[in-house]
C-alpha cells in the first residue's frame, strides 16, 4: 500500500466496525458511465422523492477547490487521469456529507424520526468503494444502472464539456474515464447483479423517457422498504 494512503487512514480515523447510520437511512447507488446521464436523473428524482442527492465527484471537485485541503493535488490529478482518487477521502467526503444532511432535520417523505433518503451518484466506482461503505457507512438497497453507449456517452460529454469547464470533458481524458469505467467499476455492477440489488434502465432515450421508467422503478423500491 502507498504510504500516502496510510497517512489518510491515519488522518480520517476509519476504522470502526460498526456503521455510521441505520436502517432507518435508505441508501441508492447510482451507477453508469461517465455521461449515461446520472446527474441528470438524480435532480429528476430528488424533486420526486426528496432525497438528498451526492455526487461523488462534485464532493470531490469542491475538496479539490476548498482551501487547506490536504488532497487537493491528488484529487486534480486522478480527475484528469480519469483514476480513482483513493477510497478513504470519496467514503470520508460521502460521510460528512450524510451526516450534515440527516443533522438538518429535514421535512417530507422519508426524513422523518431520523429517516433519510440518499442517491449516491457515481459511486462505488470501484470494489474496494464499495467494501468500505457498506462497512462503515452503511447498505446500499438498490443500486441505479443507467446503461447507453460508448457513442451516446462520448457525444454528451463532449457536448458538455463546452459549457461544464470541467477538466476531464476531453477526448484524452474521457478515453481515460472510459477505460476505468471498463475495468474497474463494471466489475461493481456485476457484483450487486449476482445480490439482485441492480435495477439497469437504458439511457439512450431521452430524458423525460429515462425519468419515467426511474421515477416507477424507484416507487416500487421505496414502497418496499419504507
Ligand atoms: O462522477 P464524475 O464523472 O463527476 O467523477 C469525476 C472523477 O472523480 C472520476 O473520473 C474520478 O477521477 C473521480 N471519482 C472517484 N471516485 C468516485 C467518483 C469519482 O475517484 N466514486
Ligand atoms: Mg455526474
Redesign the pocket.
Known amino acids: 500500500m502507498p504510504a500516502f494512503i496510510d497517512k489518510i487512514t491515519d488522518t480520517l480515523h476509519l476504522s470502526s466496525h460498526k456503521t455510521a447510520f441505520d436502517s432507518k437511512v435508505t441508501v441508492i447507488f447510482v451507477l453508469g458511465g461517465?455521461g449515461a446521464g446520472?446527474?441528470t436523473q438524480c435532480a429528476r428524482l430528488v424533486e420526486d422523492f426528496g432525497f438528498c442527492h451526492l455526487?461523488?465527484?462534485?464532493l470531490?471537485?469542491a475538496e479539490q477547490h476548498r482551501e487547506g485541503s490536504k488532497y487537493g493535488e491528488l484529487?486534480q490529478t486522478?480527475?484528469k487521469?480519469?483514476?480513482?482518487?483513493p477510497?478513504e477521502v470519496?467514503v470520508n467526503l460521502l460521510k460528512n456529507a450524510m451526516s450534515a444532511a440527516l443533522a438538518e432535520q429535514r421535512a417530507g417523505d422519508g426524513w422523518a424520526d431520523g429517516r433519510g433518503r440518499f442517491l449516491i451518484?457515481?459511486?462505488?466506482?470501484?470494489m474496494d468503494?464499495a467494501e468500505m461503505f457498506e462497512r462503515d457507512v452503511g447498505k446500499a438497497s438498490a443500486v441505479l444502472f443507467f446503461s447507453t453507449t460508448q457513442e451516446v456517452m462520448l457525444e454528451r460529454l463532449l457536448e458538455r464539456g463546452k459549457t461544464s469547464g470541467?477538466e476531464?470533458d476531453n477526448v484524452e481524458s474521457i478515453k481515460k474515464?472510459f477505460n476505468?469505467y471498463k475495468e474497474q467499476t463494471m466489475p461493481v455492477i456485476e457484483h450487486y447483479q449476482k445480490l439482485g440489488k441492480v435495477i439497469e434502465i437504458d439511457s439512450s432515450i431521452s430524458i423525460e423517457e429515462v425519468h419515467q421508467k426511474t421515477k416507477a422503478a424507484v416507487t416500487n423500491l421505496l414502497s418496499g422498504s419504507t
Open positions: 461517465p446520472k446527474g455526487s461523488a465527484g462534485d470531490l471537485r484529487i486522478c480527475i487521469e480519469g483514476t480513482i482518487v477510497m470519496t451518484d457515481g459511486f462505488p466506482r470501484q468503494q470541467r476531464d474515464r476505468t
